[in-house]
């Protein structure tokens, strides 16, 4: 049987715990880093905080970037909305006023109680109405020298009539032409204020026969608009022969066309549309008729119902018939080329 030899055990152990008493009391403290080791040690250090920063910089630019998409996100979602929103409420409007455009007026004369109405006496076929003060013919409200409407007629602009207009000027911008509304809806102390500062600077005479007097423009019945320019020189534009030919497509008609200066009472415009709706506007168009020639009508202040003549009326407005000096103009455009017409926000030199 053979036995371990052991002898040598106890002289081997005391030769290891030794060395290890050796290591464990080495004292390190009184050790110090040369220049150069510092100096690296340094440089290590210096790394560290710098791959730090730099992290940090990276956190903070990838939090700023998600923020950003976020925001654009909920932008994004909230335009989508409002536009949505107004997309149906413009489908909406349009849509009512496709339904109303070739009858907009006359159902306001069958909708109105029959005790607040007054039929007149047909004229040449033409069923004439007069409701509340407004005066209808064949159920078309007609606003001219011959009918006025009550001072306190303030409707604003028909929401027909501006439906109506933004699908023109939409057509036209397809085409390459911007028309926009220049005068609209005027109220009869605006008209009068227009008026009389036109009177006083030309005179009642040619203030009546480029203007209008207030409570007789059509700017206070909301279905007319003047576009662009009321200068003469517009009628020489793009814009004009293009809404010449069109506005009818869209319910217009040019108000005041040419040559039809005797009938209609005033100059020609043509910036000046009235709202008549599709069928009516395009059968007037089509026959070369003015409003007064299509309803059987005048239109012309000695027909009216107040019956005031130019000469009271320049003294109850403290002007003259002729203007300054007794001078009569026969020409609508002042020294300028601005024009003082029925529907523009004058500018008096």
Not at 100 to 110: E, F, I, L
Not at 111 to 134: C, F, N, R, Y
Not at 140 to 168: E, H, R, W
Not at 191 to 212: F, M, N, P
Request: a negative charge; charged letters at 30%; one cysteine or more.
């Amino acid at each position: 049987m053979i036995e371990n030899d052991n002898r040598n055990v106890p002289e081997e152990e005391r030769a290891v715990n030794g060395a290890e008493t050796a290591i464990d009391y080495y004292d390190l403290s009184r050790y110090e880093l040369s220049p150069e080791e510092k100096a690296r040690e340094e440089m290590i250090r210096q790394r560290i905080r710098d791959r730090r920063r730099a992290a940090e910089r990276r956190r903070i630019k990838r939090n700023r970037t998600l923020v950003l998409i976020v925001a654009v996100v909920l932008v994004f979602i909230l335009c989508r909305g409002c536009y949505a929103s107004y997309r149906k409420k413009r489908d909406e409007k349009q849509a009512k006023a496709k339904a109303s455009q070739s009858k907009v007026v006359k159902p306001t004369v069958q909708e109105i109680d029959t005790d607040s109405s007054e039929e007149e006496k047909p004229q040449a076929g033409h069923k004439i109405q007069q409701v509340d003060g407004l005066t209808y013919v064949d159920g078309i409200l007609i606003v001219n020298k011959t009918y006025p409407l009550p001072k306190d007629y303030a409707p604003g602009i028909s929401t027909a009539a501006q439906a109506a207009f933004d699908d023109m000027t939409a057509a036209a911008f397809n085409d390459g032409l911007y028309l926009y509304v220049n005068s609209g809806f005027r109220s009869y102390d605006e008209q009068y204020a227009l008026y009389y500062s036109y009177a006083l600077d030309r005179g009642i005479a040619e203030a009546d026969r480029v203007s209008s007097r207030p409570g007789y423009s059509e700017h206070q019945s909301g279905l007319c608009f003047d576009v662009n320019s009321t200068d003469f020189s517009f009628s020489d534009t793009a814009e004009a022969r293009w809404l010449a030919a069109h506005c009818a497509d869209y319910g217009f008609i040019i108000r005041f066309p040419k040559g039809k200066e005797a009938i209609t009472g005033y100059e020609y415009e043509s910036w000046h549309i009235r709202y008549v709706g599709v069928d009516i506007a395009k059968e007037i168009t089509s026959k070369g008729l003015c409003l007064e020639e299509y309803l059987g009508v005048t239109s012309s202040y000695d027909d009216a119902p107040d019956g005031v003549s130019q000469q009271q009326l320049a003294e109850e407005m403290g002007v003259t018939v002729d203007g300054p000096g007794g001078s009569t103009d026969t020409d609508a455009e002042s020294e300028n080329g601005t024009y003082y017409d029925e529907g523009y926000e004058s500018q008096v030199q």
